[in-house]
């Protein structure tokens, strides 16, 4: 079944956005602020930390999928899709905890990145026909 394995990570990462979300909603409601950020910095790193998984995370799961839709092994699409949750938790974390550069924050875009560019890789190898 295509799209079995996705499914579990896209579930697992709309379970991490809901509360990204949320936080903006409370904060909002908390300031009084319907747009923008009102110049609230920590309304704004939350509004940042969920702009950061919302740019990244559609297109981590797009590759996910083309990934497992080619024929690669359970195994790689399993440690693709952890890669990318573990990915995402870090870099909240990181934003999260202090503005600026954390340890979080490197770790959390710099696997990312590499997630993608791994499985924008197997997705390429999978055209010419070699499946991983």
């Known amino acids: 079944m295509i799209g079995h394995i996705t499914a579990l990570y896209a579930g697992l990462l709309g379970l991490i956005y809901v509360p990204l979300s949320w936080r903006i909603a409370r ?3 908390k300031y009084g602020v ?3 950020d009102g110049g609230n910095k920590d309304l704004a790193r939350a509004i940042r930390v969920h702009g950061n998984f919302s740019e990244y995370v559609p297109l981590a799961l797009v590759l996910l999928l083309v990934v497992e839709s080619i ?3 359970g195994w790689v699409v399993h440690v693709l899709g952890v890669w990318i949750i573990v990915a995402r938790l870090a ?3 990181g934003l999260n905890s202090k503005p600026g550069t954390s340890l979080g924050r490197f770790t959390g875009i710099l696997l990312t990145w590499l997630q993608i560019l791994a499985a924008s890789l197997v997705a390429i190898a999978g055209f010419f026909g070699t499946k991983l």
């Open 71 to 73: 024929g690669s092994s």
């Open 27 to 29: 904060m909002r409601f």
């Open 91 to 93: 870099h909240a974390q």
């Open 34 to 36: 319907g747009i923008g």
